[in-house]
């Protein structure tokens, strides 16, 4: 089930899901360590990620972390999934990111990644070996190599400070640049190539950490994180790796946490989203690919300029979520136990008819134990 995890039908209405993540840790040194497993990636300060965020999949993978004071760089490598018809492809994704502290609060980062295929004609179970080498942009690699590879590239910039009250105020921004050329932008004729994404936020914790909030906003281009085959598409397990809204989107959100005598926290988000919708009888049966899906081939574009940030059938999307939690693990020794009641809603209308997936209302009522916020703007 796409993203989910493994799914059995009971009957014709009821399925199981065994969804699994776990993973190991070895601290190699004081400043390096090494982390194996199945689980989901989160790289940057915002609630959501352009690089690689936390509600994709959970994907088998390592990761190094390297923290040297004022530099900290994190390399990963992760397996992916996509499913075609009755067969199962394998993508590799190599990504590596390094930030450094640049005084006065300021940090800022890079981030780059590539995605191939593990099958291809001329080879079973590939994996780069030129993409494995720590410290070592992965850009110029792929183009020495010739590759028809899927790379990425980015950067954060971010700020702390405390304000007078004592409250520590966080401010960053994303990047996220596909491709891009520069004469083509130039030329302001929505040419498909340019494909690239921003992310701006700010965020506050009080000084006690009892009450906190968070406004963010982000705007993704048609066609970003997409390739002409789906192995080297940005993607697992039917999933974005980066943003979870795929691509062809606007949206702005909010939220805000406190906690209340001393034992409930109380979230409360509302998330706001335009995005361009394909139009067609199915995802598989498209008249018009408008490019928010990361796993649609870019060879389905309807030519190579006029492509714009919303095209195809407009979707509005509004989501609203409650959350109260109580801590439980200081009881049995363990630590991020917690039991939640989970109230959300979502609502979403079309300007026109014809896209290929009609718009759907929801709402959920949740309870039960957890051990780490893995739910966050989850329709399931």
């Known amino acids: 089930m796409d993203g989910l995890g493994n799914a059995v039908l009971l009957n014709e209405s009821v399925a199981s899901v065994d969804r699994l993540e776990g993973a190991l840790s070895w601290s190699l040194s004081p400043s390096v360590s090494v982390r194996i497993g199945q689980e989901s990636h989160h790289w940057g300060r915002g609630a959501r990620s352009l690089f690689l965020d936390r509600h994709m999949a959970p994907a088998l993978g390592a990761r190094l972390w390297v923290d040297a004071g004022i530099v900290q760089y994190a390399q990963a490598l992760i397996r992916t999934r996509h499913v075609q018809a009755d067969t199962i492809e394998t993508g590799w994704l190599a990504a590596q990111w390094t930030e450094v502290a640049l005084g006065r609060g300021w940090s800022g980062a890079l981030f780059g990644a590539v995605k191939w295929r593990g099958n291809d004609a001329a080879f079973q179970g590939r994996i780069e070996p030129h993409y494995l080498i720590p410290m070592a942009a992965f850009r110029p690699r792929e183009y020495s190599l010739g590759s028809a590879d899927n790379a990425l590239l980015g950067a954060q910039l971010s700020h702390q400070a405390r304000w007078r009250r004592g409250q520590r105020v966080t401010a960053y921004g994303q990047v996220l640049l596909d491709e891009l050329l520069v004469s083509k932008l130039l030329e302001r004729n929505g040419w498909w190539g340019n494909k690239w994404g921003v992310l701006m936020g700010m965020s506050s914790l009080s000084r006690t950490g009892k009450f906190g909030w968070l406004i963010e906003g982000a705007a993704v281009r048609p066609w970003t994180y997409t ?64 490019g928010e899906m990361p796993w649609t081939s870019f060879s389905e574009r309807d030519g190579d300029d006029g492509q714009v940030l919303g095209q ?54 949740e309870i039960g134990i957890r051990q780490a916020r893995v739910m966050d703007e989850r329709d399931w």
């Open 227 to 290: 390739h002409n085959t789906l192995p080297l598409s940005y993607s697992h397990l039917h999933q974005p790796l980066g943003h979870p809204g795929g691509a062809n989107f606007v949206e702005g959100r909010a939220r805000i946490r406190a906690v209340i005598r001393e034992v409930y926290t109380v979230r409360l988000s509302y998330l706001r989203r335009t995005e361009g919708r394909s139009v067609g009888g199915g995802e598989s049966l498209l008249s018009y690919a408008a």
């Open 312 to 365: 195809g059938v407009r979707s509005r999307l509004s989501r609203l979520e409650l959350d109260v939690s109580m801590p439980l693990g200081a009881r049995y020794g363990v630590g991020g136990v917690e039991a939640f009641v989970r109230a959300w809603t979502r609502l979403e209308d079309q300007d026109a008819p014809g896209a290929w997936q009609e718009p759907w209302n929801a709402g959920r009522l």
